[in-house]
Structure formats: structure tokens, C-alpha cells
């Protein structure tokens, strides 16, 4: 049986389930009294490289999701979302830095914008690579 996901609305369901998830993940470590496996899929302090689980984690879950849902029908599935997850993974760190080499100092509301464009990013990347794929549910 030949059908049509629509691709396009899953990413937008998961640019929005990865921005809330992500964001919860943010106090989740302290919420949970400091347990350290909260701490595993959490940001524990403030560093650039704890910040990335709150994009890698939500991703992740929601590409287990899509991958049972309809990426088992499309060769390159798992390769295409661990480019993408990359990509915005890439993209906090990148803009980042430069903002911070340019400005001088962190901002809150550009580390808040940086981490919705890394996510709107990884999804984009994503669902361009995905949308043109034979899609075949079992």
C-alpha cells in the first residue's frame, strides 16, 4: 500500500515538540533534586555543551517516534535525521561564539533566539532531505 505522509506536518509538529521538550530539559536537572540520571539528558549548568542536549535529546525522541510512524519506508531515514540534528547542533555553537566574539557578552534573548533557529534549522535540513523520498506504509 502507496501513501503520502505529510512530511511537512511532521516537522512542524517536531520543531514545536523539540522546542517545549528542549526547553523543559533546561530545569529538569534541578526539578529533579539534582539526580544524576536527570542529569544525563539535561543541561546541569550553563555551559554551551550541556545546552546541546536540549536540542539533541527532544530530536532524538522525535525522530524514534517519526521512524516508527513512516521512516522505516524511507532509505537513508536515520542517516538523514543525524545530519540534521548536526546541523542545528552545529549552528548553536557556531552562532554562539560569534555573537559572542562580536558583542562581547551573553544575552539572554539571543540564546533564546540561537536555540529556536538551531531547532527550525535541524528541522528545515531534515524535512528538505526527506520530502521528495518514496514514502511506503506497511
Known amino acids: 500500500m502507496n501513501e503520502k505522509v505529510n512530511i511537512k506536518s511532521w516537522h512542524i509538529i517536531g520543531i514545536f515538540f523539540t522546542l517545549i521538550l528542549g526547553t523543559l530539559l533546561h530545569f529538569t536537572y534541578k526539578w529533579s533534586d ?3 540520571i536527570v542529569g544525563f539528558f539535561s543541561a546541569v549548568n550553563e555551559s554551551t555543551i550541556e545546552h546541546l542536549k536540549m536540542i539533541f535529546v527532544p530530536f532524538f525522541l522525535f525522530s524514534i517516534l517519526e521512524y516508527f510512524a513512516y521512516g522505516k519506508g524511507i532509505s537513508g531515514f536515520v542517516l538523514t535525521k543525524a545530519l540534521s540534528v548536526s ?10 561564539y560569534l555573537y559572542i566574539w562580536i558583542v562581547g557578552t551573553d544575552l539572554l534573548w539571543m540564546d533564546i533566539a540561537i536555540f529556536v533557529l538551531a531547532i527550525v534549522v ?16 506497511i
Open 87 to 96: 546541523i542545528g547542533i552545529i549552528t548553536i555553537v557556531v552562532v554562539f
Open 34 to 36: 539534582y539526580n544524576p
Open 122 to 137: 535541524a528541522y528545515f535540513v531534515s524535512y528538505k532531505l526527506l520530502k521528495n523520498q518514496r514514502v511506503i506504509l
